[in-house]
């Protein structure tokens, strides 16, 4: 199979992904509800990580941890922090300039949803210690200052958001967001890559 070089994009992060699955690039893709894109020359000069998915026979088995049935270990070293789950493992260089991730599975061939799942906990993580937060929420900028709206799915995220631009505002995602420490302060992105406002909530 030939490796997969490509672009996710998640509100203020660009991040290089290098895998030998599409499939497998897609989900993380989609964890964060945006779309894996061709890497264009210009998109590669906006990377600020890179993730890499290698197969469980790049594992080192006498290294692997014992991690408890739905547990993680975490390994909080503020170079190369490790986060491992039953399925997956990774381990970020931060001293790396883009920093890389490099995420490996343990187990051959999980089934799918428990890859997306262990994915999820792993990619927030990483996410993390970059200094990001995704979030399930709309977000809109309205008289100089953001409001992030935080709920399930159908409980009137899109609605509010659609109402506040009607009344001027800006709407910066009303999915998925990425919140960003910044210089004291937080800066907020929307990582949403189609609109999920449809014709119930325009009535």
Not at 15 to 24: A, F, K, S
Not at 94 to 121: G, K, N, S, W, Y
Not at 166 to 174: D, I, M
Request: aromatic letters at 4%; charged letters at 25%.
């Amino acid at each position: 199979m030939t490796p997969l070089r490509g672009i996710i994009r998640f509100g203020s992060l660009t991040v290089g992904l290098h895998c030998q699955d599409p499939e497998r690039g897609n989900d993380v893709a989609r964890i964060f509800g945006t779309a894996l894109v061709s890497a264009s020359r210009e998109l590669l000069a906006q990377v600020q990580a890179e993730i890499v998915l290698t197969e469980p026979s790049r594992v080192e088995v006498s290294q692997r941890l014992a991690v408890p049935k739905d547990g993680m270990i975490l390994r909080h070293d503020p170079r190369h922090p490790e986060i491992h789950t039953e399925t997956i493992s990774a381990v970020l260089d931060l001293t790396a300039r883009p920093a890389r991730a490099e995420i490996a599975l343990v187990q051959p061939h999980p089934p799918h949803f428990d890859l997306c799942v262990h994915l999820a906990v792993v990619l927030h993580k990483l996410l993390f210690f970059l200094d990001r937060v995704a979030l399930h929420a709309a977000g809109v900028c309205f008289v100089q200052q953001v409001s992030l709206f935080l709920g399930d799915r159908g409980a009137g995220k899109s609605t509010v958001a659609l109402r506040l631009a009607r009344a001027g505002g800006t709407v910066l995602g009303e999915d998925h967001l990425i919140v960003r420490r910044s210089a004291g302060a937080f800066a907020v992105s929307g990582c949403d890559d189609r609109s999920r406002l449809d014709a119930k909530t325009e009535r």
